[in-house]
């Protein structure tokens, strides 16, 4: 009996996806679900999702670039319906007994399947914290319900430093794991873990704890679902 020399290979995490494996997965979703187009939250929800719908924005774009590349056509683009933002907002509010977080928000919004994510609230609004405020100046009759729905005209803003002691706070408080597939550098020393934003800062995020969150750097990167 001839014994095979062993060879000594390391195990890589697959850390990004082409574009051909993209649009190969858009296509497969679409088999599946037999549709002829669909919208970033249907595919987020696709257990057999190859990466996340943001990074396929970013690798073509925009979405409908990657839809159109994949063979189907554009979803029309949904325009902001800030009544129903606020109706949404309001009935969290109501469930939570106190102003929502974002997390809470945006399961409030994934469990009741509105077509809207939390980060539109900062584009729109300039966050929940301000919208919460002016929702208690309609309350308080010192603002028109008119007013309240107005988009808020916002500076562009600037990126602030995240301080060291900030960034260990959050890590410490998500229990040095990724919040999303639960990766730990305790588990694999391989893993790497960052503090991400929830709502972009281009979009009105900041750097309030509320709003951060410990990723892997697979799951911030958006190439891959749930590194071990």
Sequence with gaps: MIDTPFRFEIDRVKTHASKAELVASLREYGRLHQCETFGMREY???KKRLVTSDTIRRQFGSWAKALHEAGFRAVRGQKVDPAAMVEAFRACWKEQCSVP?????????????YPFRV?????F?????????????????????????????????????????????????????????????????????????????????????????TLCWSCNQGKTDAPN
């Excluded at 977080?101 to 009741?112: G, M, P, T």
């Excluded at 980060?119 to 584009?123: A, F």
């Design 44 to 46: 987020d929800g696709w």
């Design 101 to 113: 977080s974002l997390r809470q928000l945006e399961a409030f919004l994934e469990r009741k399947k």
């Design 119 to 123: 980060k539109t609230y900062g584009t």
């Design 125 to 213: 609004f300039g966050g929940v914290g301000r919208l919460a405020k002016r929702i208690v100046q309609v309350q308080n009759g010192e603002l028109s319900e008119a007013d309240l729905l107005r988009r808020v005209k916002r500076a562009r803003p600037r990126r602030s430093p995240m301080s060291v002691k900030l960034r260990t706070e959050i890590l410490k408080r998500d229990g040095e794991q990724c919040v999303k597939c639960g990766a730990s550098p305790k588990k694999n020393s391989a893993v790497t873990l960052e503090v991400d934003h929830i709502v972009p800062v281009a979009e009105g995020g900041t750097n309030d704890p509320e709003n951060l969150q």
